[in-house]
């Protein structure tokens, strides 16, 4: 039943398969940027109560939820990765880190720089804006222990125990709202199917959401394709391709 | 269309501060995490290189040295 899947376990299929959809991802994701972006900052109408500051809106929620949902991914890797010693996993959860990391510091940035004409405070301790403060924290022991060994497997463990223990963390940021009184508003878009918002909002959201999606999968592409190589660097394979060094192919600039 | 003119668009209703901000610390913040992205790439495509050189070097030097002590025994057996 799984056997097509089985070809994706070798490095060399998966490198070539990312270094063909990235391309793709890129014209993707630049078309429902730029269509997105220029909705929500000309067309899309101003919040009644908030006026035009609601703009950072279509920033801060594509980034937030990017930043829990690059965190389930790369916990379910690391635990592939612990379980059945997928070598291929421990690589594409050492690729998310990063990526995840900085969408974690645009939510925080936006959300301060929403913050202070809304609340007028750019920051308080409450118990959304601490949990995702521990995100980013989270993220950057996950690469500070990628980086810690020189044996890449050994790190990947280290790695892969942190980033599991800290799964914990995503329930927190996600209810927080509900659990503890705080400043931050619940939540707008998924209500159960029924979001909160006028249509006007939504579309503009929808596509810069999908446009910062498809910006994450363009840079997992490159930062897994470099772990690969970077893991299977004594391989036949490898040495062909550094030493040929196809860099006019647009398929292999990355 | 939501502004009737340019600097409308650019004050965003009052809020142009914070606006801009967002998407400007955005924006710089997702062209490093692109660009350092490609460039982690290109330097480690460099480093296998090098080592792949590295190694060549060494195991040619392997060579000749083994080509010299045949030599060497051989010019012993004749004489």
Known sequence: MWKWLHPYANPEVTYHFTGKLIPWFNRLAFSFLAVGLIWALVFAPADYQQGDSFRIFYLHVPAASLSMGIYVGMAIAAFSSLVWQLKLADASSAAMAPVGAAFTAIALFTGAAWGKPMWGTWWIWDARLTSELILLFLYLGVIALHNAFEDKNLAGKAAGILTIVGVINIPIIKYSVEWWNTLHQGSTVSKMGKPSMSIEMLWPFMVTFIGFALFVAVVICIRFRTEILARNSMRPWVKNLVLEQKLDNPEEKY | ?79
């Open chain 2, 1 to 79: 269309m939501q502004f009737e003119s340019f600097s409308a668009f650019l004050a965003m209703g009052g809020y142009g501060f914070y606006v801009w901000l967002s998407y400007g610390v955005s924006a710089l913040l997702l062209a490093i995490l692109y660009f350092s992205s490609i460039a982690n790439n290109k330097a480690i495509k460099q480093q296998i290189k090098q080592k792949q050189k590295r190694e060549d070097k060494l195991r040619q030097a392997a060579q000749q040295q083994q080509q010299l002590q045949q030599e060497h025994e051989n010019n012993e057996v004749v004489s």
